[in-house]
């Protein structure tokens, strides 16, 4: 059984940067299709960044994040992360990792949640102002 477990999240000021870390164990895939969501109090569960942990070409970042978040590679193939720059209040979520099958290459319907089969438990992001 996959399971994927969460770390690094924090309380930060505004403007500032957080490293968010994600470790896998049981999966042995290629073309493994790793992403970051994340969930505020009142709102729906929403993709922040995805790429093929075997094709890192490919990557789809969320518009309200791209140019400030990306997701990092490990030495480990099973481990990847989250960088987060230039935070702001609106980042203040429960962040999750999570993993499926690529398709072929690609990561399509990338910000699907319902796609992943493997989840993390979450770690929560806090920006202050």
């Known amino acids: 059984q996959v399971q994927l477990v969460e770390s690094g999240g924090a309380s930060v000021q505004a403007g500032g940067s957080l490293r968010l870390s994600c470790v896998s164990s049981?999966?042995?895939?290629?073309?493994?299709?790793v992403a970051w969501f994340r969930q505020a109090p009142g709102k729906e569960r929403e993709g922040v960044a995805v790429?093929?942990?075997?094709?890192?070409?490919?990557?789809w970042p969320a518009d309200s994040v791209k140019d400030r978040f990306y997701i990092t590679r490990g030495k480990d193939r099973n481990m990847w992360g989250l960088q987060m720059n230039k935070l702001k209040p609106e980042d203040t979520a429960m962040y999750y990792c999570?993993?499926?099958?690529?398709?072929?290459?690609?990561?399509?319907?990338?910000?699907?949640?319902?796609?992943?089969?493997?989840w993390g438990q979450g770690t929560q992001v806090t920006v202050s102002s």
């Open positions: 049981g999966y042995t895939s290629t073309n493994w299709c």
């Open positions: 790429v093929n942990i075997d094709n890192p070409s490919a990557t």
């Open positions: 999570a993993a499926r099958v690529a398709w072929g290459n690609t990561c399509g319907d990338p910000f699907g949640a319902s796609r992943y089969d493997y």
